[in-house]
């Protein structure tokens, strides 16, 4: 009986409906990816958008009277890791001396956020996915 209640159970982490409903709410249960695919969307297809700005803008959004002027700071680690799982997914492109970089290994250093590139012509860019 536990092993038919395991093969049914919703949030099997080896299902693969679960990652394309993952890919799907992504910016519905994350406000941070939502933030960034917002902003992305907003700038000009020749424009990008910095890390700061989303989590400046995203600490704006969540400022009370006692927390300190550097609050956004608190939200980078997350900002730039909502942005490789939405470069992962190939919805937005991390920039990195204004070229693509690949998601899927470490990036130091400045980036920007832009909207996904096409034709491009990495093999592990959005348009593998």
Known sequence: MSEAATNEDPHDPEDPRDAEDRDKRTEDSDPVAGLILQMVAACATAKSVCPTEVARAFAEQRRTPKDPPDLWRRYMPGVRQQAKNLARQGRITI???????????????????????????DPSGPESA
């Open 95 to 121: 920039l990195r001396k204004g070229k693509p970089v690949d998601p899927n290994v470490p990036v130091k250093g400045v980036i920007r956020l832009a909207p996904p590139q096409q034709g491009n012509t």
